[in-house]
RNA sequence: GGGCGGUUAGCUCAGCCCGGCUAGAGCGCUCGCCUCACACGCGAGAGGUCACUGGUUCAAGUCCAGUACCGCCCACCA
């Protein structure tokens, strides 16, 4: 082809043109006629569409595309889908405050509502549809936004493959698993308490919880003994005691031997309750006596589990105390009214002046700093409220299943490998199945309707099931089979299961949705298992174990064969406090000052899995290498045309190409060990090597015109070939920029660099180190006389051993025309130059 | 309380698995150079008790034990 180099190449551009073009052609692509063999397929993760990207998404996922490309050229077929993660939490949230409205199931839908340009103030309460409405419009619009950052970042997904978790396909998918797992047993329900966050009003999975440490204060609390004296337990949440079942103490506790199986009186309130013994009470906490509540955390319901406890709950839902009395309080309902209706921590106020009205608060509340739960995306305490929710078992209470899963674990691939023990740890430590009902709205609804007897009570224990061809459902508004619409609510008729799933529960399939699992079996054999799960080491225990907790089930095989967990980005400001830049770094941002080639240079700088501070010097570093390859590439094209490999015949073209014959080895062997980061670091040595001393030594014979000039042409662009496709994983717009001079077709699409394509042309790799130990000294005796590297020298002895002095003679024309010397001296001996300047005019 | 990772030049990081010449890179800094691809460049240079304490070894940044600090994850809120 005719080439075309530019006069003054630059990077400015670069990604609207190559992007549009790859677009155009279909570059990334997914060819579907590829065998499963032939395949690379990446299970990519969902970002979380609830705003804008952070660079450290930016991170991980050019990364992987690094990987993808390198795949790619390496003449896999890459499966490479993208999905949104839009349904649950985050995005209820965003709708609440983006357009100022809550969700009220109550309402009946309004077909005529529109969304509001400024937010309701105060908020509007909207029906469940029209919620669903406003959260599907603004995550629509969230998606356009984030499919931009990742083209202009260069990732090269297939945009024709992608999927958000709460489309038909993903609520499909997503349902007709949960229906295997219930039909296998895997999935259940049960009335049981939970953790609850009151302002989001729904259930929270272990997997959820955070810790955070609050400021709080123990209470020295008397309760009445029945001979008359009183025994002192200590507590961080008084208001509790209107909840006391018991009190617990350790059955070796001597202290306290004497009160076991006696019963005790509740301060205030007055309440019997009986003093027990269970060997997790320990002695060293506070008094050693410990009141049980239900409940105030989770030991008070391992206790009311095991010592089969009553329950005397007075939280709401809402968080709030219940305004009836309770029953066994009615002997002290005046005391009790001084709480109905406060939030916990209200009501803790209110109880410790009741106690100090009494005299059993023992002494002042001591403050104290300790954890506290909290629902990781909430904002106060988790309650503990006992409700009917789905479960999916994960081995928690199932040590044959524990151990299945923890072999699958062991069988995994991960890179790095330091981090398989998070998974065997989250696993060994699990203590409970796994919650996957929400009471929310945005989400998957659990597919499932309860039979109401012909006297009205509800049967949970068999549930009604859709049949798959009725998926996706929704049983608050569609009947299950055999029952009539206006037969809901009815005696004799059914009632639809209200909650949603929890997002784990829908992107713990994302392999299955991609790959198309549920109507596709020709794409579904062809991509499955994957062969890579790239992710974030803080959603270990969630995605990743969730996803092969239900690939065990579905298909007894592991999702994917390697996982690939990215480091966490480190804010540059955390070690730099003094110097406040006032400005968030976002992708986009980035992108634009720096370019997507240096912000993807960055990302790939970092090694696989290690923590990395977000440094935009080393984004800098990128964009010279970009430009380098520009102008690198402008200068071997400036020669003639297409030159004859075989034309290279001078010992240093030779031995440039064994060199660089062994960087494509080592970049090769370094991406199929998923070392994305030493492939670079390889690849860019070898090129400021090749541009600094290799192009520099053979310039001049370049210039010229013979067989010796052919032989550098041919050289440069044997070599220009292999830098520009060693770097098209890492720096896609510039190599892709420089292809289109002088290639057809995209580099995307050309053959990863092999030794066997260098392999006849390659020589003695000692002649060029030699020549440029010489050039090296040469330039240095420039430098200290402080004169142009062009200025000549007068004198230039070389001593060496025989062999070397051999092949320095073998480059001595390019050598005299680099170090502008008129000819050179050899003696045998130690390796020396001596350099003698010309005197300057 | 348990676990994982980190601590190497002013800064950002390689090197550690498989111990071995005066410990590397880039940035920054210093001194130079308009050399016909590139001044968004080129050349040269200074700069490190490899966190600390012991141990193994002819030899330790590298292996072992422990300590300190940083980050992350987990843990029953008395």
Request: hydrophobic share 35%; proline share 7%.
């Amino acid at each position: 082809m005719v080439r075309r180099v530019p006069e003054n190449p630059s990077l400015e551009g670069l990604e609207q043109k190559w992007d549009a073009v790859w677009e155009r052609d279909g570059t990334y692509r997914f060819d579907r006629t590829k065998t499963r063999d032939e395949i690379f397929a990446i299970d990519t993760p969902p970002p979380t569409v609830s705003g804008s990207l952070h660079m450290g998404s930016a991170f991980g996922y050019v990364q992987t595309d690094a990987h993808a490309r390198y795949r790619r050229m390496s003449g896999r077929e890459v499966f490479y889908p993208m999905g949104w993660d839009d349904n649950g939490l985050p995005t209820e949230r965003r709708v609440q405050n983006y357009y100022g409205v809550r969700c009220d199931p109550s309402l009946p839908y309004d077909p005529d509502f529109t969304p509001p340009d400024e937010p309701f103030d105060p908020p509007k309460s909207i029906s469940r549809q029209n919620f669903i409405e406003l959260c599907h419009h603004l995550t629509e619009e969230d998606e356009k936004q984030f499919e931009q950052t990742w083209r202009a970042l260069g990732l090269s997904v297939d945009w024709t493959q992608t999927y958000a978790t709460i489309d038909d396909h993903s609520r499909r998918t997503s349902q007709k698993a949960f229906l295997a797992n219930l039909a296998r047993g895997e999935a259940y329900s049960a009335e049981a308490p939970v953790l609850w966050d009151i302002d989001f009003r729904s259930a929270v999975a272990q997997a959820e919880l955070e810790d955070r440490e609050r400021q709080g204060a123990t209470h020295r609390i008397a309760f009445a003994r029945t001979d008359g004296g009183d025994v002192v337990i200590e507590t961080t949440r008084p208001e509790l005691i209107c909840s006391c079942v018991a009190l617990v103490a350790h059955p070796d506790d001597e202290r306290y031997a004497d009160l076991f199986g006696q019963t005790v009186r509740t301060p205030v309130f007055g309440v019997e309750v009986p003093v027990v013994a269970h060997h997790l009470a320990e002695p060293d906490k506070g008094t050693g006596i410990a009141m049980i509540c239900t409940f105030g955390d989770l030991n008070d319901v391992t206790w009311w589990r095991e010592l089969q406890l009553p329950t005397r709950a007075v939280i709401q839902p809402d968080g709030r105390f219940q305004t009836e009395t309770p029953e066994w309080l009615s002997h002290a309902a005046d005391a009790y009214a001084r709480l109905a209706g406060l939030f916990s921590n209200q009501a803790r106020k209110e109880m410790v002046e009741m106690l100090t009205e009494s005299g059993e608060l023992k002494e002042e509340p001591k403050p104290i700093t300790h954890p506290v739960k909290f629902y990781e995306k909430g904002e106060r305490p988790l309650e503990i409220v006992t409700s009917r929710q789905w479960y999916i078992r994960n081995g928690a209470r199932d040590e044959e299943l524990k151990k299945e899963l923890l072999a699958r674990g062991d069988e995994l691939h991960w890179v790095p490998d330091f981090m398989a023990v998070r998974y065997k740890h989250w696993v060994d430590g699990l203590t409970g199945d796994w919650l996957i009902s929400r009471q929310r709205f945005f989400g998957v609804p659990i597919p499932i309707w309860y039979p109401i007897g012909d006297d009205g009570v509800v049967d949970y224990d068999n549930p009604l099931t859709p049949d798959e061809d009725q998926l996706p459902v929704d049983p608050t508004s569609q009947p299950p089979p055999g029952y009539d619409e206006s037969m809901r609510g009815k005696p004799g008729g059914f009632v639809g299961e209200a909650d949603i799933m929890d997002t784990w529960a829908t992107s713990s399939l994302t392999p299955q949705i991609a790959g198309h699992w549920v109507d596709d079996p020709d794409l579904w054999e062809r991509v499955f298992p994957m062969d890579i799960r790239p992710q974030g080491p803080e959603i270990i225990r969630t995605w990743l174990f969730s996803t092969v907790v239900r690939s065990h089930y579905e298909h007894g095989i592991l999702p994917w064969h390697t996982t690939t967990i990215n480091g966490w980005i480190l804010d540059p400001d955390r070690k730099k406090m003094s110097k406040s830049r006032g400005n968030v770094i976002t992708p986009q941002g980035t992108i634009q000052e720096f370019g997507p080639d240096a912000v993807r240079y960055w990302a790939c700088h970092a090694r696989p899995g290690v923590d990395t501070a977000l440094d935009t010097g080393v984004m800098r570093i990128g964009r010279r290498l970009a430009i380098k390859v520009l102008n690198a590439s402008r200068f071997v094209l400036g020669f003639a045309d297409d030159v004859d490999p075989s034309a290279v015949s001078e010992p240093v073209d030779r031995a440039m190409l064994a060199g660089l014959a062994d960087v494509v080895e080592a970049a090769t062997t370094s991406f199929e060990a998923f070392d994305y980061s030493r492939a670079l670091e390889i690849a860019e040595q070898s090129f400021w090597e090749w541009t600094d001393d290799y192009v520099e030594l053979v310039k001049g014979r370049a210039y010229g015109v013979g067989d010796a000039a052919r032989s550098a042409h041919a050289a440069l662009q044997l070599a220009l070939g292999v830098y520009q496709r060693l770097f098209a994983p890492f720096l896609p717009f510039v190599t892709e920029e420089v292809w289109s001079w002088w290639r057809d077709g995209s580099v995307h699409r050309q053959p990863w660099p092999s030794v066997t394509e260098l392999g006849g042309l390659t020589g003695d790799v000692s002649v060029l180190t030699d020549a440029t130990q010489v050039l090296a000294e040469v330039r240095r005796v420039k430098s200290e006389a402080k004169v142009s590297m062009r200025a000549e020298v007068s004198e230039l002895e070389i001593s060496a051993d025989p062999g070397a002095i051999e092949r320095i003679r073998s480059v001595e024309a390019d050598l005299l025309e680099a170090t502008r010397a008129p000819g050179i001296t050899y003696s045998e001996g130690e390796f020396a130059v001596r350099a003698v300047l010309a005197p300057q005019v």
